[in-house]
């Protein structure tokens, strides 16, 4: 079972702007930890961010099982892709007036170039198995847990003592599409390249008008069923 956590952001004052994400690590650890024995995996990622399968037919359970992601149980971390409906040098688009928008179909349609985030990274993880530690980096717990001595007081050593960071998920596995402009014009795309045709397998437009059209693949195999690396 895959849980998605977005922990909500109390945003400081204006004086005190620079620390945009103060409260974001305890609401990440106390999400994360909340499921912690429950036979969960949980993916923390904002509203704006879509897990990319990228071979189709692929769902998360057979990716954990004996997939692609088997090989990192305790926790994964996806490379973050900022996905646009256009190359750089073309007129940016209203995005977040399509988004606001009700309708049929689905604006990810209309999304065919994607550039890396570096460092933007999100994880998928076992609560049990790891130590949250901000939205953008999570560890896996690597020692032995044990009671300290046999003491009566049950005096604990966690395993959480020793850590890793989790490993790098290849994007021929999965990745993380970024809608950076959902809710508000902010960036236009640098060094954007097409996304694979069918990057959107899972969700597959409504109306013809929206599908995906041309675009090469780019950081894959087997055709058109790579992830879009970079």
Same mark, same amino acid.
């Given at each position: 079972?895959? #849980?998605?956590?977005?922990?909500?952001?109390?945003?400081?004052?204006?004086?005190?702007?620079?620390?945009?994400?103060?409260?974001?690590?305890?609401?990440?650890?106390?999400?994360?930890?909340?499921?912690?024995?429950?036979?969960?995996?949980?993916?923390?990622?904002?509203? !704006?961010?879509?897990?990319?399968?990228?071979? /189709?037919?692929?769902?998360?359970?057979?990716?954990?099982?004996?997939?692609?992601?088997?090989?990192? /149980?305790?926790?994964?971390?996806?490379?973050?892709?900022?996905?646009?409906?256009?190359?750089?040098?073309? /007129?940016?688009? !209203?995005?977040?007036?399509?988004?606001?928008? !009700?309708?049929?179909?689905? /604006?990810?349609?209309?999304?065919?170039?994607?550039?890396?985030?570096?460092?933007?990274?999100?994880?998928?993880?076992?609560?049990?198995?790891?130590? *949250?530690?901000?939205?953008?980096?999570?560890?896996?717990?690597?020692?032995?847990?044990?009671?300290?001595? =046999?003491?009566?007081?049950?005096?604990?050593?966690?395993? #959480?003592?020793?850590?890793?960071?989790?490993?790098?998920?290849?994007?021929? #596995?999965?990745?993380?599409?970024?809608?950076? =402009?959902?809710?508000?014009?902010?960036?236009?795309?640098?060094?954007?390249?097409?996304?694979?045709? =069918?990057?959107?397998?899972?969700? *597959? *437009?409504?109306?013809?008008? !929206?599908?995906?059209?041309?675009?090469?693949?780019?950081?894959?195999?087997?055709?058109?069923?790579?992830?879009?690396?970079?």
């Amino acid at each position: 079972m895959l #849980c998605i956590l977005t922990p909500a952001t109390q945003l400081p004052p204006p004086p005190a702007q620079g620390l945009g994400y103060f409260d974001q690590q305890l609401a990440l650890a106390h999400g994360v930890l909340s499921f912690w024995g429950r036979g969960v995996h949980v993916l923390s990622s904002d509203l !704006d961010e879509f897990l990319v399968p990228a071979t /189709p037919g692929d769902t998360v359970p057979s990716m954990l099982a004996t997939g692609c992601l088997s090989r990192q /149980p305790a926790c994964a971390r996806f490379e973050g892709r900022a996905v646009y409906p256009h190359a750089q040098g073309a /007129p940016p688009a !209203d995005e977040a007036e399509w988004w606001a928008a !009700d309708g049929e179909g689905i /604006p990810l349609a209309r999304y065919k170039f994607g550039t890396p985030r570096g460092g933007m990274h999100k994880s998928m993880a076992d609560p049990g198995r790891t130590f *949250p530690m901000s939205v953008h980096f999570i560890t896996s717990c690597t020692g032995e847990g044990e009671v300290a001595g =046999n003491a009566s007081t049950a005096k604990l050593r966690s395993p #959480c003592t020793e850590r890793a960071p989790c490993a790098a998920a290849d994007v021929a #596995c999965a990745w993380t599409a970024h809608v950076i =402009n959902m809710h508000v014009s902010r960036y236009q795309p640098e060094e954007a390249t097409p996304l694979p045709r =069918n990057w959107l397998w899972m969700w *597959p *437009p409504a109306t013809a008008a !929206d599908k995906p059209s041309g675009g090469s693949n780019h950081g894959g195999s087997g055709g058109d069923e790579g992830a879009g690396g970079g």
